[in-house]
Structures are given as C-alpha cells and as structure tokens.
C-alpha cells in the first residue's frame, strides 16, 4: 500500500511542472510601427485582434468592459509615450477611450461562418 502511495505521489509530482506550464498566462507584446498596422477586428465590450505590418496577430484585452466597442464601431489605436502598442496604451471604440489591460500574441479572431 505505501508502495503505491509513493508511486502515485511520484507521478503526481513529476506531472505537476507541466500541468502549471500550460496555466502560465501569455507573455506581453509591444508592437511597434502601430501607424503600419493591417488590420482589427473586434472582440465586442472586451478587446481587439490587431494584425501588425509583419502579419502577426495580436489581442489587446481592455481593462474593463468598453460599451461601445462592438463589431462595427469605428477604432482608433492609441500607442503608448513610447511608441508601442501595449499595456500602456488605449483603444478609442466610437469615441469611447478604454484603456488597455494586456497585449498577447494569438492565432488571430476566430473565422466567421457564414
């Protein structure tokens, strides 16, 4: 019985590593040349998908829910005072300014289904 116990106690502990690793929140980006930006699409009351020049995805989550950010307001990227969009910056939805809480790396929205 205490055999057992060691091993289950063993598996438990050599699993935990990568258990924790696949709860670790995103690292934050910074984009820079936000001026040279593709494309948004966005997430609405809640962030914005940014494609960047190079044609990486990026989702800035706001800081709190932003009412008028809905799919087809207009948007306007504020980048922070050292050029970047990131933490720092600000996302104006409809005249609205909501400040931004995180900027990760993603796969972009996801497709639409017509």
């Known amino acids: 019985m205490i055999a ?3 091993i289950a106690a063993t598996l ?3 699993a ?12 934050e ?3 820079r040349n936000i001026a040279s930006l593709l494309e948004t699409v966005p997430d609405p009351r809640q962030g914005v998908f940014i494609r960047a020049y190079d044609g990486r ?3 800035a989550r706001t800081l709190d829910e932003c009412p008028r950010l809905t799919a ?5 990227l504020i980048a922070s005072p050292g050029g970047y969009f990131d933490r720092n910056s600000a996302v104006v939805a409809d005249g609205w300014r909501c400040l931004v809480s995180s ?3 993603s796969d972009g929205p996801p497709s639409r289904r017509n």
């Open 72 to 76: 087809t307001a207009p948007l306007r």
């Open 4 to 6: 057992r116990l060691t």
């Open 57 to 59: 995805w990026y989702y």
């Open 29 to 31: 980006q910074r984009i």
């Open 16 to 27: 935990a590593p990568a258990l924790a690793a696949d709860n670790q929140p995103a690292p």
């Open 12 to 14: 438990l502990a050599a």
């Open 103 to 105: 900027v990760v790396a």
